[in-house]
Structure formats: C-alpha cells, structure tokens
C-alpha cells in the first residue's frame, strides 16, 4: 500500500501543467492567450520569412544561374541565412 502526502496530487498537477496560475486572477488567462497568439503570429513570420529565403538562396547557391553569371557562394549563402 503507497501513501501519498495530502498536496501529491497538486505538485504532479503542477509538474505537468503548461501553465500555472499564480494568482486568482482571471485577466491572466487573456494575457496569456495574447501572448500565445503573438507568439504564433511571430513563428508563422519567421517560417515565411526562412521560406522565402531559401527559395531564392539555395537555387543560388546550387548554381541555376551560373550561365548568366549569378552565383552564391554556398558559405556566403549560410552567413546571410544567419543575419
């Protein structure tokens, strides 16, 4: 037979909740829904932004336009990937 302490049942709560409310304040469940859409809005950006990116650059670097004399480095290719 185990015996659990009376507040085991809260630290497990607590150990896997994403988010714990700290306190009783119902506001920081909209705040938090805020900042989850900021947070997704930014990800969708920095997809678009790495999307577009790589459309242009890998097809560069892979030498399409060598015949008219338009090629990226494959390292100057990663260093402007880093910026």
Do not use: H, R
Not at 26 to 50: C, E, F, G, H, R
């Amino acid at each position: 037979m185990i015996k659990e302490s009376t507040g085991a049942g809260t630290n497990v709560a607590i150990e896997s909740a994403d988010l714990v409310p700290i306190e009783a304040d119902p506001m920081d469940a909209v705040k938090v829904l805020n900042l989850a859409k900021k947070t997704y809005s930014k990800t969708i950006q920095n997809l678009l932004w790495a999307t577009g990116y790589n459309v242009v650059a890998i097809p560069l670097a892979a030498g399409v336009l060598s015949a008219w004399g338009i090629v990226l480095s494959p390292a100057i290719g990663a260093l402007l990937m880093s910026l």
